[in-house]
């Protein structure tokens, strides 16, 4: 019913309240303020945190690593227009790697959608692509419920961004509240079980398997999946790979784990890929930087590829078998029917590579060594922290020599390649977890794109540490210069930086500066005891340190190169 005491925000605010939302990060504007208002007092009551981000973008990054630190959605808002546009590269960033984001948008009155309004876009329109659904709602009377799909879209089968769009007028409006009614949505109903007899023939091709391996992404670490991932493979004796997004999904210190392959991946991770006569993909989509060269991906390799949506199978790569149902739900019919087995030659060929190609670095004459501050930042943490990265070089390092135990605990762009992700990001983690460690593992070129947020971090008092790898490039567009440009280093050079630690410190957080590979520890410890707010570390690395192992682009693990090419 109708009530002049509740309006359209009142609704929509209860339905936050209802999905025990505990925080919303974002920036207000004119056709936003009738929910801020209703907001106010939700604030001052302790029912609700809003974290008053510096821009759009920052929120919806924020949002996004709020839900893949905690499981739980995350949640942005944002005005109509520029505000609303702003959102745009964090809701791609949490499409293309299956974070649960709901975003609420402002937009102008509903008789004005149309008549190119003041800060007037069509938001729906803009950012239907790059969501799993939104709305724009323009009844009263559908709007608890819009809101209801809405987070129950974000969070179930594969799980996604989506966005609800709310005119002025409906927020205003006075509200009509409905009971809770999910029956209705038709055309949407996520797989949760496998097939059972795909199941068995998957089953029977890993009992027959002489050269097994396990290749497991995101997908395992959003339905809950690690433990039976790693039953499997302990059981069967299976050794297991993972993409970037599925770090976590098995403890990086197993036995077990051969790390990631791809373009920046471990050698016998990709040697793995290369020779195996069974891949078992879990939550895994084929991505292209772990492709490479398709004619040659796997070859001779029989594929089970197991994941809940459906329009991934046979989309890249031809699989033997495909099963769509919840990783989770699927590997605990699975498991009981694959039988224990012994190590064998594979194995033995597995450890050998492993023995033979471990992750390697030279100590620079001059400067810091990148690696060696992300080995000295795990070393530090004792692998526990929460680790966001931004884009480039950082976040390949990261990945490489900072070995992750625990589901959620490492967040990076991996589908869109986000550079500015990584800071919001850790705030958004630090928020949704306050009691953990949070490290962002940055790039000075990523860093800035985001750097307004360190006014976010100082006034919620969030103790984010900040490791700026700055080499004063782009480093990764450099390395592609220097190795397949003949050196063209066009518009790469970021001569010119500020001093990070100065900027960290006019904003009201902690900055230090650190030229020499005996300052680096101290500086982590130093961070480390800063529990009130931001620390920025500006590490001065060694400006052409490159990247590898590396198979370049469109390639296959024949053409990896481990090394600087004479």
């Not at 080499?471 to 001093?499: A, C, H, K």
Request: one cysteine or more; charged letters at 20%.
């Amino acid at each position: 019913m109708a009530t002049e005491e509740m309006t359209g925000a009142d609704v929509l605010l209860k339905v936050l309240a209802e999905e025990e939302v505990e925080v919303l990060f974002g920036i207000p504007g004119g056709v936003t303020i009738p929910i801020f208002d209703k907001l106010y007092h939700k604030i001052k009551a302790g029912e609700i945190r809003f974290i008053l981000t510096r821009h759009e973008q920052g929120a919806a990054h924020a949002a996004d690593g709020y839900a893949r630190a905690t499981g739980r959605v995350g949640v942005c808002t944002a005005t109509s227009g520029p505000g609303a546009l702003n959102l745009v590269t964090g809701l791609c960033t949490a499409h293309m790697d299956s974070v649960p984001v709901v975003a609420i948008t402002g937009q102008v009155k509903t008789r004005a959608i149309g008549t190119d309004a003041f800060q007037e876009a069509d938001t729906v329109g803009a950012t239907m692509p790059i969501t799993k659904h939104n709305y724009l709602v323009k009844d009263p009377a559908e709007l608890a419920h819009v809101a209801r799909e809405a987070f129950y879209l974000a969070r179930t089968g594969r799980p996604g961004a989506v966005l609800i769009d709310l005119p002025a007028d409906i927020s205003a409006a006075p509200g009509v509240w409905t009971e809770r009614d999910m029956s209705n949505m038709r055309g949407y109903t996520p797989p949760e079980k496998g097939d059972p007899q795909a199941i068995v023939r998957a089953a029977e091709m890993i009992n027959q398997a002489e050269r097994p391996i396990l290749y497991v992404g995101g997908g395992v670490i959003a339905a809950g999946a690690s433990d039976l991932v790693k039953e499997l493979a302990e059981k069967a004796n299976i050794y297991v790979v993972h993409t970037l997004m599925g770090k976590g999904a098995m403890p990086e210190t197993h036995r077990l784990s051969l790390g990631m392959p791809g373009m920046h991946g471990v050698v016998p991770a990709c040697y793995a890929l290369r020779d195996t006569d069974l891949m078992i993909t879990i939550g895994a989509r084929f991505d292209d930087r772990v492709t490479g060269d398709l004619s040659k991906f796997a070859q001779g390799a029989r594929i089970i590829h197991i994941d809940i949506d459906a329009a991934e199978h046979n989309k890249v790569v031809q699989s033997d078998v495909v099963i769509a149902g919840d990783a989770r739900e699927v590997l605990a019919q699975l498991v009981p029917q694959v039988q224990a087995r012994q190590p064998g030659k594979w194995e033995e060929q597995l450890v050998q590579w492993r023995e033979k190609h471990p992750l390697r670095y030279n100590e620079p004459d001059e400067g810091i060594a990148p690696q060696y501050v992300v080995e000295q930042i795990y070393e530090a943490t004792g692998g526990e922290a929460i680790i966001t990265t931004e884009v480039g070089q950082n976040q390949m390092w990261a990945a490489q020599y900072y070995k992750v135990d625990k589901p959620r605990h490492f967040l990076s762009s991996g589908g869109l390649g986000t550079m500015g992700y990584g800071f919001p990001a850790a705030i958004g983690a630090q928020v949704g977890c306050p009691e953990a460690v949070v490290w962002d593992i940055a790039g000075d070129g990523s860093i800035q794109m985001n750097i307004q947020e360190l006014a976010t971090a100082v006034i919620n008092k969030l103790p984010v540490k900040v490791a700026i790898l700055n080499n004063s490039y782009l480093g990764m567009v450099r390395q592609w210069q220097e190795l397949f440009y003949d050196r063209r280093y066009s518009g790469t050079d970021l001569t010119g930086n500020p001093d990070f630690a100065r900027v960290a410190e006019a904003y009201g957080g902690m900055g230090i500066k650190v030229a020499e590979p005996e300052q680096v520890r101290p500086a982590i410890e130093q961070a480390m005891e800063v529990d009130d707010r931001p620390t920025f570390i500006d590490f001065l690395v060694t400006k052409e340190e490159n990247v590898f192992p590396m198979i370049p682009a469109g390639k296959s693990p024949d053409d990896i190169m481990l090394s600087q090419p004479s």
